[in-house]
Protein backbone atom coordinates (compact mmCIF):
# COMPACT_ATOMS: atom_id res chain seq x y z
CA UNK A 1 0.00 0.00 0.00
CA UNK A 2 2.55 2.65 1.16
CA UNK A 3 4.05 4.10 -1.80
CA UNK A 4 8.12 3.22 -3.32
CA UNK A 5 10.63 6.00 -1.68
CA UNK A 6 13.32 6.56 -3.44
CA UNK A 7 16.72 6.89 -0.88
CA UNK A 8 17.87 9.94 0.93
CA UNK A 9 16.71 12.61 -2.43
CA UNK A 10 18.43 10.09 -5.12
CA UNK A 11 20.64 8.59 -1.96
CA UNK A 12 22.47 11.79 -1.59
CA UNK A 13 25.07 10.41 1.44
CA UNK A 14 28.40 12.17 1.99
CA UNK A 15 31.47 10.03 2.66
CA UNK A 16 33.09 10.50 6.28
CA UNK A 17 36.44 8.92 6.28
CA UNK A 18 37.16 6.66 8.93
CA UNK A 19 39.93 5.76 11.01
CA UNK A 20 41.99 3.98 8.67
CA UNK A 21 41.52 6.87 5.43
CA UNK A 22 44.39 8.98 5.53
CA UNK A 23 44.10 12.32 6.92
CA UNK A 24 42.24 14.51 4.87
CA UNK A 25 41.48 18.19 5.59
CA UNK A 26 37.90 20.00 6.17
CA UNK A 27 36.49 21.09 3.47
CA UNK A 28 35.54 24.54 4.99
CA UNK A 29 36.80 25.67 8.15
CA UNK A 30 34.14 26.41 10.11
CA UNK A 31 34.48 29.51 11.43
CA UNK A 32 34.60 31.09 7.63
CA UNK A 33 31.04 29.34 6.58
CA UNK A 34 32.67 29.89 3.01
CA UNK A 35 35.10 28.44 0.73
CA UNK A 36 36.55 31.46 -0.98
CA UNK A 37 37.77 33.11 2.03
CA UNK A 38 39.57 29.80 3.27
CA UNK A 39 42.94 29.63 2.29
CA UNK A 40 44.21 27.69 -0.97
CA UNK A 41 44.62 24.06 -0.66
CA UNK A 42 48.17 22.47 -1.56
CA UNK A 43 47.47 20.65 -4.81
CA UNK A 44 48.28 17.49 -2.82
CA UNK A 45 45.92 18.03 -0.06
CA UNK A 46 42.86 15.30 0.61
CA UNK A 47 39.93 17.25 1.21
CA UNK A 48 37.00 16.11 3.41
CA UNK A 49 33.77 16.87 1.95
CA UNK A 50 31.63 15.41 5.31
CA UNK A 51 33.24 18.50 6.94
CA UNK A 52 31.94 21.30 4.65
CA UNK A 53 28.86 22.86 6.89
CA UNK A 54 26.92 23.25 4.02
CA UNK A 55 27.29 19.35 3.33
CA UNK A 56 25.63 18.92 6.31
CA UNK A 57 23.02 21.16 5.71
CA UNK A 58 22.26 19.90 2.63
CA UNK A 59 21.71 16.72 3.65
CA UNK A 60 19.17 17.53 6.09
CA UNK A 61 17.07 19.52 3.64
CA UNK A 62 17.49 16.77 1.22
CA UNK A 63 16.27 14.01 3.92
CA UNK A 64 13.36 16.57 4.57
CA UNK A 65 12.28 16.52 1.02
CA UNK A 66 12.62 12.55 1.40
CA UNK A 67 10.72 12.31 4.53
CA UNK A 68 8.06 14.97 3.80
CA UNK A 69 7.45 13.88 -0.22
CA UNK A 70 5.79 10.90 -1.13
CA UNK A 71 7.31 9.84 -4.23
CA UNK A 72 9.00 12.40 -7.05
CA UNK A 73 11.85 10.05 -7.66
CA UNK A 74 12.98 11.76 -10.49
CA UNK A 75 12.69 15.36 -8.95
CA UNK A 76 14.49 14.34 -5.99
CA UNK A 77 17.38 12.76 -7.70
CA UNK A 78 17.58 15.90 -9.63
CA UNK A 79 17.83 17.94 -6.41
CA UNK A 80 20.56 16.07 -4.95
CA UNK A 81 22.41 16.22 -7.96
CA UNK A 82 22.39 20.12 -8.17
CA UNK A 83 23.51 19.88 -4.82
CA UNK A 84 26.44 17.60 -5.96
CA UNK A 85 27.58 20.17 -8.26
CA UNK A 86 27.63 23.34 -6.04
CA UNK A 87 29.48 21.37 -3.16
CA UNK A 88 31.93 20.08 -5.67
CA UNK A 89 31.60 23.77 -6.79
CA UNK A 90 32.89 24.79 -3.51
CA UNK A 91 35.50 22.16 -2.80
CA UNK A 92 37.24 23.35 -6.09
CA UNK A 93 37.08 26.97 -4.67
CA UNK A 94 39.28 25.63 -1.50
CA UNK A 95 41.99 24.06 -4.32
CA UNK A 96 41.47 27.54 -6.12
CA UNK A 97 40.44 26.47 -9.39
CA UNK A 98 38.22 28.86 -10.60
CA UNK A 99 35.42 28.61 -13.00
CA UNK A 100 32.44 29.97 -14.39
CA UNK A 101 29.35 30.38 -11.81
CA UNK A 102 26.78 27.36 -12.44
CA UNK A 103 23.37 28.62 -13.96
CA UNK A 104 20.42 28.05 -11.59
CA UNK A 105 17.71 29.02 -12.98
CA UNK A 106 15.02 26.46 -13.51
CA UNK A 107 11.74 25.48 -15.09
CA UNK A 108 9.57 23.25 -12.50
CA UNK A 109 6.67 21.36 -15.16
CA UNK A 110 3.96 19.04 -13.89
CA UNK A 111 -0.02 19.66 -13.07
CA UNK A 112 -1.49 21.20 -10.22
CA UNK A 113 -0.65 19.81 -6.76
CA UNK A 114 2.14 17.97 -7.48
CA UNK A 115 4.33 19.45 -5.46
CA UNK A 116 6.26 22.34 -7.72
CA UNK A 117 6.00 25.03 -4.98
CA UNK A 118 7.01 22.67 -2.21
CA UNK A 119 10.07 21.80 -3.95
CA UNK A 120 10.77 25.58 -4.91
CA UNK A 121 10.82 26.38 -0.86
CA UNK A 122 13.32 23.43 -0.24
CA UNK A 123 15.25 24.32 -3.42
CA UNK A 124 16.25 27.76 -1.80
CA UNK A 125 17.06 26.23 1.35
CA UNK A 126 19.21 24.28 -0.17
CA UNK A 127 20.75 27.26 -2.78
CA UNK A 128 21.13 29.13 0.49
CA UNK A 129 22.62 26.55 2.50
CA UNK A 130 25.46 26.22 -0.42
CA UNK A 131 26.29 29.65 -0.52
CA UNK A 132 24.73 29.92 -4.17
CA UNK A 133 21.98 32.59 -2.41
CA UNK A 134 21.96 34.79 0.43
CA UNK A 135 18.36 34.09 1.61
CA UNK A 136 16.21 30.60 1.78
CA UNK A 137 13.33 33.09 0.72
CA UNK A 138 10.64 32.54 -2.65
CA UNK A 139 8.71 34.99 -3.76
CA UNK A 140 6.06 34.21 -5.71
CA UNK A 141 4.67 35.86 -8.55
CA UNK A 142 2.28 35.62 -11.57
CA UNK A 143 1.84 37.33 -14.75
CA UNK A 144 -0.36 40.31 -12.59
CA UNK A 145 2.35 41.16 -10.38
CA UNK A 146 4.80 41.72 -13.21
CA UNK A 147 2.42 43.06 -16.19
CA UNK A 148 1.84 46.49 -15.26
CA UNK A 149 -2.28 47.73 -16.91
CA UNK A 150 -0.71 50.93 -19.01
CA UNK A 151 1.99 51.73 -21.16
CA UNK A 152 5.53 52.30 -18.67
CA UNK A 153 3.86 50.35 -15.75
CA UNK A 154 5.88 47.29 -16.50
CA UNK A 155 8.93 47.82 -16.33
CA UNK A 156 8.67 49.36 -12.24
CA UNK A 157 6.12 46.38 -11.71
CA UNK A 158 8.38 43.92 -12.81
CA UNK A 159 11.60 45.51 -11.53
CA UNK A 160 9.99 45.76 -7.79
CA UNK A 161 9.32 41.78 -7.97
CA UNK A 162 13.12 41.19 -9.24
CA UNK A 163 14.25 43.58 -6.46
CA UNK A 164 11.54 41.64 -3.55
CA UNK A 165 13.63 38.26 -5.07
CA UNK A 166 16.82 39.77 -5.21
CA UNK A 167 18.90 37.64 -3.42
CA UNK A 168 16.88 34.62 -3.09
CA UNK A 169 14.50 32.76 -5.57
CA UNK A 170 11.81 34.06 -7.98
CA UNK A 171 9.51 31.92 -8.74
CA UNK A 172 6.78 32.85 -11.40
CA UNK A 173 3.66 30.61 -11.87
CA UNK A 174 1.87 29.87 -14.69
CA UNK A 175 5.08 31.63 -16.61
CA UNK A 176 3.04 30.91 -20.03
CA UNK A 177 1.30 33.70 -19.62
CA UNK A 178 3.81 36.63 -19.86
CA UNK A 179 3.73 35.32 -23.42
CA UNK A 180 0.51 35.92 -25.79
CA UNK A 181 1.65 35.91 -29.03
CA UNK A 182 -1.80 36.85 -30.78
CA UNK A 183 -1.45 40.53 -28.83
CA UNK A 184 1.71 42.01 -30.45
CA UNK A 185 1.32 44.97 -28.29
CA UNK A 186 1.05 42.24 -25.23
CA UNK A 187 3.36 43.87 -21.98
CA UNK A 188 4.25 40.67 -21.36
CA UNK A 189 7.14 40.86 -24.21
CA UNK A 190 8.37 43.60 -21.62
CA UNK A 191 8.59 41.10 -18.92
CA UNK A 192 10.55 38.67 -20.72
CA UNK A 193 13.18 40.97 -21.88
CA UNK A 194 13.76 42.46 -18.29
CA UNK A 195 14.27 39.05 -17.17
CA UNK A 196 16.21 37.80 -20.04
CA UNK A 197 18.88 40.76 -18.91
CA UNK A 198 18.38 39.65 -14.98
CA UNK A 199 19.49 36.06 -15.58
CA UNK A 200 21.72 36.77 -17.71
CA UNK A 201 25.26 34.45 -16.59
CA UNK A 202 27.54 35.71 -13.64
CA UNK A 203 25.69 38.80 -12.46
CA UNK A 204 21.94 37.39 -11.35
CA UNK A 205 21.11 37.96 -8.00
CA UNK A 206 18.74 35.63 -7.65
CA UNK A 207 17.66 32.60 -8.90
CA UNK A 208 14.52 32.78 -11.48
CA UNK A 209 11.97 29.16 -11.42
CA UNK A 210 9.00 28.88 -14.13
CA UNK A 211 7.00 26.71 -13.07
CA UNK A 212 3.51 25.62 -14.93
CA UNK A 213 1.48 22.99 -16.85
CA UNK A 214 4.25 20.86 -19.47
CA UNK A 215 2.97 21.24 -22.86
CA UNK A 216 2.42 24.92 -22.23
CA UNK A 217 5.53 25.68 -20.42
CA UNK A 218 7.06 23.91 -23.59
CA UNK A 219 5.78 26.05 -26.12
CA UNK A 220 6.50 29.35 -23.64
CA UNK A 221 9.74 28.24 -24.55
CA UNK A 222 10.02 27.05 -27.77
CA UNK A 223 8.64 30.92 -28.59
CA UNK A 224 11.69 32.53 -26.07
CA UNK A 225 14.50 30.38 -26.97
CA UNK A 226 16.79 32.77 -24.87
CA UNK A 227 15.02 32.28 -22.26
CA UNK A 228 15.44 28.66 -22.74
CA UNK A 229 19.20 28.75 -23.13
CA UNK A 230 19.14 30.88 -19.67
CA UNK A 231 17.55 27.50 -17.69
CA UNK A 232 19.95 25.13 -16.76
CA UNK A 233 17.37 22.51 -14.99
CA UNK A 234 14.23 21.33 -16.49
CA UNK A 235 12.24 19.67 -13.42
CA UNK A 236 9.06 17.39 -14.55
CA UNK A 237 6.63 16.82 -11.61
CA UNK A 238 4.41 13.76 -12.84
CA UNK A 239 0.65 12.92 -11.41
CA UNK A 240 0.61 11.08 -8.70
CA UNK A 241 -0.26 7.55 -8.68
CA UNK A 242 -3.42 6.15 -6.24
CA UNK A 243 -0.53 4.52 -4.04
CA UNK A 244 0.87 7.60 -3.76
CA UNK A 245 -1.95 9.78 -3.07
CA UNK A 246 -2.94 7.23 -0.06
CA UNK A 247 0.45 7.94 1.46
CA UNK A 248 0.15 11.27 1.06
CA UNK A 249 -2.86 11.39 2.73
CA UNK A 250 -1.37 9.70 5.68
CA UNK A 251 1.34 12.08 5.87
CA UNK A 252 -1.01 15.03 5.78
CA UNK A 253 -3.04 13.36 8.32
CA UNK A 254 -0.25 12.05 10.85
CA UNK A 255 1.37 15.79 10.67
CA UNK A 256 -2.18 17.08 12.11
CA UNK A 257 -2.15 14.04 14.61
CA UNK A 258 -4.92 12.23 12.91
CA UNK A 259 -5.15 8.75 11.32
CA UNK A 260 -7.99 6.90 9.65
CA UNK A 261 -9.39 3.42 11.41
CA UNK A 262 -8.87 0.55 8.62
CA UNK A 263 -12.56 1.23 7.02
CA UNK A 264 -11.82 4.41 6.44
CA UNK A 265 -8.85 4.10 4.98
CA UNK A 266 -10.26 1.96 2.23
CA UNK A 267 -13.00 4.21 1.85
CA UNK A 268 -10.88 6.64 1.61
CA UNK A 269 -9.12 4.30 -1.53
CA UNK A 270 -12.58 4.36 -2.77
CA UNK A 271 -12.68 8.16 -3.03
CA UNK A 272 -9.60 8.45 -4.40
CA UNK A 273 -10.62 6.27 -7.50
CA UNK A 274 -13.65 8.39 -8.19
CA UNK A 275 -11.96 11.53 -7.17
CA UNK A 276 -9.10 11.15 -9.66
CA UNK A 277 -11.48 10.62 -12.54
CA UNK A 278 -13.50 13.95 -12.50
CA UNK A 279 -12.56 17.38 -13.33
CA UNK A 280 -10.11 19.82 -11.65
CA UNK A 281 -8.44 16.64 -9.96
CA UNK A 282 -5.31 18.35 -8.49
CA UNK A 283 -2.92 15.31 -7.00
CA UNK A 284 -1.48 16.23 -3.54
CA UNK A 285 -3.95 19.44 -3.24
CA UNK A 286 -7.22 17.82 -3.70
CA UNK A 287 -6.12 14.92 -0.79
CA UNK A 288 -5.83 17.79 1.28
CA UNK A 289 -9.21 19.73 0.66
CA UNK A 290 -11.04 16.36 0.53
CA UNK A 291 -9.44 15.44 4.17
CA UNK A 292 -10.27 18.76 4.97
CA UNK A 293 -13.56 17.77 4.51
CA UNK A 294 -13.14 14.81 6.33
CA UNK A 295 -12.25 16.77 9.67
CA UNK A 296 -15.69 19.21 9.06
CA UNK A 297 -17.52 15.70 8.74
CA UNK A 298 -15.75 13.99 11.86
CA UNK A 299 -16.36 17.24 13.57
CA UNK A 300 -20.20 17.10 13.48
CA UNK A 301 -20.28 13.68 14.05
CA UNK A 302 -18.17 13.54 17.66
CA UNK A 303 -20.58 16.74 18.48
CA UNK A 304 -23.77 14.46 17.50
CA UNK A 305 -22.22 11.36 19.84
CA UNK A 306 -23.51 13.68 22.53
CA UNK A 307 -21.42 11.75 24.83
CA UNK A 308 -17.87 12.42 26.76
CA UNK A 309 -15.10 11.44 24.32
CA UNK A 310 -12.09 10.15 24.77
CA UNK A 311 -8.58 10.88 22.82
CA UNK A 312 -9.01 8.08 20.02
CA UNK A 313 -12.36 9.50 19.19
CA UNK A 314 -10.56 13.02 18.21
CA UNK A 315 -7.70 11.72 16.46
CA UNK A 316 -9.64 9.44 14.61
CA UNK A 317 -11.19 9.38 11.10
CA UNK A 318 -14.17 7.11 10.24
CA UNK A 319 -15.52 5.72 6.93
CA UNK A 320 -18.33 7.59 8.04
CA UNK A 321 -16.49 10.74 7.56
CA UNK A 322 -14.88 9.38 4.29
CA UNK A 323 -18.42 8.14 2.62
CA UNK A 324 -19.99 11.44 3.41
CA UNK A 325 -18.37 12.94 0.38
CA UNK A 326 -20.91 13.70 -2.57
CA UNK A 327 -18.18 11.74 -4.58
CA UNK A 328 -20.18 9.10 -3.33
CA UNK A 329 -23.28 10.11 -5.02
CA UNK A 330 -26.37 8.73 -3.91
CA UNK A 331 -24.69 5.98 -1.67
CA UNK A 332 -26.37 5.72 1.83
CA UNK A 333 -24.81 5.83 5.14
CA UNK A 334 -25.91 2.97 7.08
CA UNK A 335 -27.76 4.83 9.91
CA UNK A 336 -29.69 6.88 7.28
CA UNK A 337 -28.96 9.81 4.46
CA UNK A 338 -26.88 12.39 5.78
CA UNK A 339 -26.73 16.00 4.12
CA UNK A 340 -23.49 16.40 2.10
CA UNK A 341 -21.21 19.16 1.36
CA UNK A 342 -20.70 19.40 -2.08
CA UNK A 343 -17.15 17.53 -2.91
N1 LIG B 1 4.74 14.28 -2.81
C1 LIG B 1 4.07 14.89 -1.83
N2 LIG B 1 4.02 14.34 -0.61
C2 LIG B 1 3.34 14.96 0.39
N3 LIG B 1 2.68 16.12 0.26
C3 LIG B 1 2.69 16.71 -0.94
C4 LIG B 1 3.40 16.14 -2.04
N4 LIG B 1 3.24 16.94 -3.13
C5 LIG B 1 2.49 17.97 -2.72
N5 LIG B 1 2.17 17.84 -1.41
C6 LIG B 1 1.34 18.77 -0.63
O1 LIG B 1 0.25 19.15 -1.45
C7 LIG B 1 -0.02 20.53 -1.37
C8 LIG B 1 0.11 21.17 -2.74
O2 LIG B 1 1.48 21.13 -3.16
P1 LIG B 1 2.17 22.34 -3.94
O3 LIG B 1 1.49 23.61 -3.59
O4 LIG B 1 3.62 22.26 -3.72
O5 LIG B 1 1.81 21.92 -5.44
P2 LIG B 1 1.96 22.77 -6.78
O6 LIG B 1 2.50 21.82 -7.79
O7 LIG B 1 2.71 24.01 -6.51
O8 LIG B 1 0.45 23.09 -7.12
P3 LIG B 1 -0.16 24.25 -8.08
O9 LIG B 1 0.24 23.91 -9.47
O10 LIG B 1 -1.62 24.09 -7.86
O11 LIG B 1 0.41 25.54 -7.59
C9 LIG B 1 0.96 21.06 -0.34
O12 LIG B 1 0.28 21.09 0.90
C10 LIG B 1 2.08 20.05 -0.33
O13 LIG B 1 2.72 19.99 0.93
MG1 LIG C 1 2.13 26.04 -6.69
Given amino acids: MAAE ?16 DPRPVRAVPPESGSPAVAEVLDDGALLDLSTDIAGNDVEEVLTRLDAELVGLANVKLRVGEIAALLLIDRARQRFGLLAS ?8 TGGPGTGKTTVALRMAEMLHALGYIRKPKVHIVT ?3 LVGQFIGHTAPKTKEALAKAAGGVLFIDEAYYLFRPENERDYGQEVIEILLQEMEGERASSVVIFAGYEDRMERFFSANPGLSSRVAHHLAFSDYTHDELLAIAEIMLGRDNFRFDDPARSAFGEYLELRMRRPRFSNARSVRNALDRCRLRQAKRLVELRRPLTK ?9 DVYGSSVFGATELPDGPTARAPD
Fill in 143 to 145: RDD
Fill in 312 to 320: TDLITLTDR
Fill in 5 to 20: RSGAAGGFRLHRPGAE
Fill in 101 to 108: RPTMHMSF
